[in-house]
Nanobody, 127 residues
Framework: QVQLVESGGGLVQAGGSLRLSCAASRLTFSSYAMAWFRQAPGKEREFVGG????????YYADSVKDRFTISRDIAKSTMYLQMNSLKSEDTAVYYC????????????????????WGQGTQVTVSS
């Protein structure tokens, strides 16, 4: 079955950087819009950003715009989340997700639109 596996989480000081990876298997990677969500304790899962199917476009939540960058390597079936200038409020479990229902060139911002999810990776930013 489809698998999404996140990696790269950890503990970092405020102002630091981390790069998360999401490796997909048993999925035609180029046919899916991919996204990152995060969930902090006691809060709902929220959209961080995503990258669409062709034409490939990236979308970001306002809270991470200009600090986070999403990219993907189709040959490796892997999506990345480069996180810079991290803040304590970025602390959460980060999940990657895949969706093949979004119109081409777009990304959906609601968790319910995504059929496949990874197990999550913890990011903790200390202040």
């Amino acid at each position: 079955q489809v698998q999404l596996v996140e990696s790269g989480g950890g503990l970092v000081q405020a102002g630091g950087s981390l790069r998360l990876s999401c490796a997909a298997s048993r999925l035609t990677f180029s046919s899916y819009a991919m996204a990152w969500f995060r969930q902090a304790p006691g809060k709902e899962r929220e959209f961080v950003g995503g990258i669409s199917r062709s034409p490939s476009r990236t979308y970001y939540a306002d809270s991470v715009k200009d600090r986070f960058t999403i990219s993907r390597d189709i040959a490796k079936s892997t999506m990345y989340l480069q996180m810079n200038s991290l803040k304590s409020e970025d602390t959460a479990v980060y999940y990657c997700a895949a969706d093949n229902t979004a119109p081409w060139g777009t990304v959906q911002g609601v968790p319910g639109a995504y059929g496949y999810w990874g197990q999550g990776t913890q990011v903790t930013v200390s202040s």
